[in-house]
């Protein structure tokens, strides 16, 4: 069998390989890379995969240039906080917790012990780091992370949002898509809604009369996406080259001695 050659500013893709390839490149990088996007409205001017295609966008750039293979992305979200707007999917922050054990248990099981998320939608957070608590705690020898990826390098993202609460379909959304997909953006619906503080969270539909919260949606380029988006592979790349050379400071943890009262290894949510 001809070995599979990864070849530098290539992406690979998890489901290209056939299976002996991901036996055999499995023993040379057992890393994988999870995009975790959304399916949700981002306003009249941007199509609902908007969180989907940025997280991928970021990964397959992180792959092109370490090596580390990326699974299809995980596309449906914790969406559900978006209320009334049409064409929103979503999953609870429990049924994703469990969507992603089981995806990472099969992971594991191919012989993957690295596990780098890379999410597009802020709400995912509850789910990722439940499920990263879980399996780091169930397997002795995982290794896994997450990152919300705008969090990831200093740049103009959310400039038009001074308040951090509410950021959607802002300036630094638009600019990514007019780089990734302009085809599916709309800037003649794209409009700017300032915004604000509150102290209580609110669904989307109940502060935002278009699903819109950026005061300079309307302002927002392709150039200006490009900028974002090579500061975020930069960073991001330099994450998992770290990861893919960081050991596990103390493998196994620390070791009872009297055998008969070591913890064995729990799969509470796989069972």
């Excluded at 940025?54 to 992305?73: D, F």
């Excluded at 992603?100 to 789910?127: C, P, Q, V």
């Excluded at 780089?179 to 209580?200: C, G, N, Q, S, Y």
């Excluded at 991001?236 to 893919?244: A, D, F, Q, S």
Aim: with cysteine; proline share 5%; charged share 25%.
């Amino acid at each position: 069998m001809k070995k599979f050659e990864w070849k530098k500013g290539t992406p690979i893709f998890w489901e290209e390989f056939t299976w002996e390839e991901v036996e055999e490149y499995v023993e040379q990088c057992n890393m994988v890379i999870i995009p975790v996007g959304a399916i949700e409205q981002h306003g009249p001017h941007l199509p609902l995969s908007t969180d989907t295609t940025q997280a991928m966008e970021i990964s397959k750039r992180v792959s092109a240039n370490t090596g580390v293979p990326l699974i299809p992305p995980v596309s449906v979200g914790i969406s559900q906080s978006h209320g009334n707007f049409p064409g929103t999917l979503w999953l609870r922050a429990d049924t994703m917790i469990r969507v992603l054990y089981d995806l990472s248990t099969a992971l594991y099981e191919t012989g993957i012990r690295k596990f780098f998320f890379i999410s597009g939608h802020m709400y995912n957070d509850w789910g990722i780091k439940s499920l990263r608590d879980h399996f780091r705690c169930d397997y002795d020898d995982v290794q896994i992370t997450t990152v919300n990826y705008w969090l990831t390098a200093e740049t103009r993202f959310a400039e038009d949002c001074p308040e951090n609460k509410h950021i959607h379909g802002n300036f630094g959304e638009t600019a990514q898509m007019l780089a990734i997909r302009p085809d599916l953006v709309k800037m003649d619906r794209a409009e700017d809604v300032p915004d604000f503080f509150t102290l209580f969270d609110y669904r989307f539909d109940q502060v935002s009369p278009n699903g819109i919260i950026g005061g300079n949606a309307t302002g927002a380029t392709a150039e200006d996406g490009r900028l974002m988006l090579d500061a975020f592979e930069a960073s991001i790349t330099e994450m998992v080259l770290k990861g893919l050379a960081e050991k596990m400071p103390i493998p196994g943890g620390y070791q009872r001695k009297n055998k008969d009262l070591q913890v064995k290894k729990r799969r509470s949510w796989s069972n």
